[in-house]
């Protein structure tokens, strides 16, 4: 048990380091299905955006 903690709490401050120096995010623990299903619904939004047209981006000065 102890060591299931030290996992959660090391995660923890991983996610609060994350949330200060790159973005706001969410943790979400995947070994829950509520997780599993939610990695499971952004893997597959992820895969369906490799199949639309390319954005192109446009510069210009105002």
């Known amino acids: 048990m102890k060591?299931?903690?030290k996992i959660k709490?090391?995660?923890?401050?991983?996610?609060?380091?994350?949330q200060k120096?790159?973005?706001l995010?969410?943790?979400i623990y995947t070994r829950t299905e509520e997780g599993?299903?939610?990695l499971l619904k952004a893997k597959m939004k992820s895969f369906s955006s490799a199949?639309?047209?390319?954005i192109k981006r446009q510069d210009r000065w105002q």
Do not use: P
Not at 9 to 18: A, E, L, N
Not at 51 to 54: L, P, S, T, V, Y
């Open 25 to 27: 995010s969410e943790l």
């Open 9 to 18: 709490h090391s995660d923890t401050i991983g996610y609060k380091s994350w």
């Open 3 to 5: 060591s299931r903690n």
């Open 36 to 38: 599993r299903r939610r």
């Open 21 to 23: 120096n790159v973005c």
């Open 51 to 54: 199949f639309e047209n390319e």
